[in-house]
């Protein structure tokens, strides 16, 4: 017997027959004499139009209500899969964040989880009780409703396993794993056994959009064994019971991982913006000067090119943000001119960064020079390059990437099994 947290999304929970069909899932693993606990998310578009009606209320409205509100979604999904489960002859009942306790910060619409009691949640299981958890939300200290920010289930699912100590913690999405890319852009992209903790981050924070950020950083600190599958699959499918491995992807500690493929994965973002600034003064705290207002505004600073003057007095500053934020970014730069001393300030948009991850990239060397031949070969023009111990990211002009991300698949021989 066995401890496991099932998470199933928007999509798996859409409409009565789809949270009976998860119902199903639920009870193939209680009918193997595990103790379960299931987090969930609102119904597909619910939290959309829960959004929306508050901005409709008042766009300017308070963040603790809005929470109140947008949270209503996970609540009803609760109750509805805790009632298809009794009606199974199941023993399940509903939880909201405020009655386990998750207790968050006060940061209400993107709060972060400080602490979960799990001993409530413990003690249900001994008496065969089904947990079926709202997830994305929790308690602030001010006691309102809290919520976690959007893909905060997945989130809330590690959190909760890590605090009952559970053996797995299952994501149920709409996609059976991950894949070594998106497949709509690279039919020949492969799902992974198994995935370790780091490169799952990497491509979390690089555009894949199978797992939130913050529910992976959550994984990786507690070493919860993270399974990605898919609700779509027939329940009672051949192996769907299997404890060790299920059909899906793994993500796991790097020790799991016998065999490391230098290269992972190809990720990808769409939508990124290039703002150079030109002939600024190089002096110390130029840097901070351009910087920290822009992180004072919010925005998402990504890929940092200097280039210095031949005779030092000048540099020219380049980095990328998200195309959303580039009016607000050049607003920013404006204010802060002065201060700065820049002579001009351009900015392209309509940018995308493709990125290559492998963990067994630390031991191999040429992985970078193989990407640039690849891509020069193919007549793609590389704007910036960012690296780190497993990933090597290139700003490319929007129209390539998709000739960039099966150019790269292949080099890597990543469609091969």
């Known amino acids: 017997m066995a401890r496991i947290v099932m998470k199933f999304g928007g999509t798996s929970v859409a409409d009565i027959a789809r949270i009976r069909n998860v119902a199903r899932h639920v009870k193939r693993e209680v009918d193997c004499g595990h103790d379960v606990a299931v987090v969930v998310s609102a119904m597909a578009g619910k939290t959309n139009e829960l959004v929306a009606w508050t901005r409709e209320a008042s766009p300017m409205h308070d963040a603790r209500e809005y929470?109140?509100?947008?949270?209503?979604?996970?609540?009803?999904?609760?109750?509805?899969?805790?009632?298809?489960?009794?009606?199974?002859?199941?023993?399940?009942?509903?939880?909201?964040?405020?009655?386990?306790?998750?207790?968050t910060?006060?940061?209400?619409?993107?709060a972060r989880i400080q602490e979960i009691d799990g001993s409530f949640l413990i003690k249900r299981f001994g008496e065969g009780q089904v947990a079926v958890i709202?997830?994305?939300?929790?308690?602030?200290?001010?006691?309102?409703?809290?919520?976690?920010?959007?893909?905060?289930?997945?989130?809330?699912?590690?959190a909760i396993a890590a605090a009952v100590k559970a053996d797995r913690c299952d994501i149920y999405t709409d996609v059976d794993g991950v894949y070594t890319t998106d497949p709509r852009m690279e039919p020949k992209a492969r799902r992974l056994?198994?995935?370790?903790?780091?490169?799952?981050?990497?491509?979390?924070?690089?555009?894949?959009?199978?797992?939130?950020?913050?529910?992976?950083?959550?994984?990786?600190?507690?070493?919860?064994?993270?399974?990605?599958?898919?609700?779509?699959?027939?329940?009672?499918?051949?192996?769907?019971?299997?404890?060790?491995?299920?059909?899906?992807?793994?993500?796991?500690?790097?020790?799991?991982?016998v065999e490391q493929q230098v290269v992972t994965g190809i990720?990808?973002?769409?939508?990124?913006?290039?703002?150079s600034l030109r002939r600024v003064a190089d002096r110390p705290g130029v840097a901070a000067g351009i910087f920290g207002p822009l992180a004072e505004a919010g925005i998402n600073v990504d890929m940092i090119v200097q280039n210095i003057s031949e005779d030092g007095k000048f540099t020219d500053?380049?980095?990328?943000?998200?195309?959303?934020?580039?009016?607000?970014?050049?607003?920013?730069?404006?204010?802060v001119r002065d201060t700065i001393g820049y002579d001009v300030i351009q900015h392209?948009?309509?940018?995308?960064?493709?990125s290559v991850i492998g963990i067994g990239m630390?031991?191999?060397?040429?992985?970078?020079?193989?990407?640039?031949?690849?891509?020069s070969e193919k007549g793609i023009n590389i704007r910036a390059i960012t690296t780190s111990e497993i990933k090597i990211s290139i700003l490319i002009d929007g129209p390539y990437t998709e000739l960039a991300v099966r150019t790269l698949h292949s080099v890597y021989d990543l469609d091969k099994s």
């Open 317 to 335: 500053m380049t980095f990328t943000v998200p195309s959303g934020d580039v009016a607000k970014a050049l607003s920013v730069l404006e204010k």
């Open 67 to 103: 929470d109140a509100v947008v949270a209503s979604g996970e609540q009803v999904t609760a109750g509805l899969l805790a009632i298809s489960l009794q009606n199974m002859g199941v023993n399940a009942r509903s939880w909201l964040g405020w009655q386990i306790p998750i207790r």
């Open 348 to 354: 392209d948009e309509g940018m995308a960064k493709v």
């Open 134 to 158: 709202a997830g994305f939300q929790g308690l602030s200290p001010d006691n309102r409703i809290s919520t976690l920010g959007r893909g905060g289930s997945d989130t809330s699912a590690v």
């Open 267 to 275: 990720a990808y973002a769409k939508d990124e913006a290039q703002i």
């Open 105 to 110: 910060d006060n940061a209400h619409g993107a």
């Open 193 to 257: 056994d198994r995935i370790t903790f780091e490169e799952m981050l990497e491509m979390a924070s690089l555009g894949s959009k199978v797992l939130q950020v913050r529910s992976v950083e959550l994984a990786m600190v507690h070493k919860v064994r993270t399974f990605v599958r898919s609700s779509f699959v027939e329940p009672d499918a051949p192996g769907m019971d299997d404890f060790l491995n299920p059909p899906g992807t793994l993500i796991c500690d790097e020790d799991e991982i």
């Open 362 to 375: 630390r031991s191999h060397a040429g992985v970078a020079a193989t990407a640039f031949e690849a891509l």
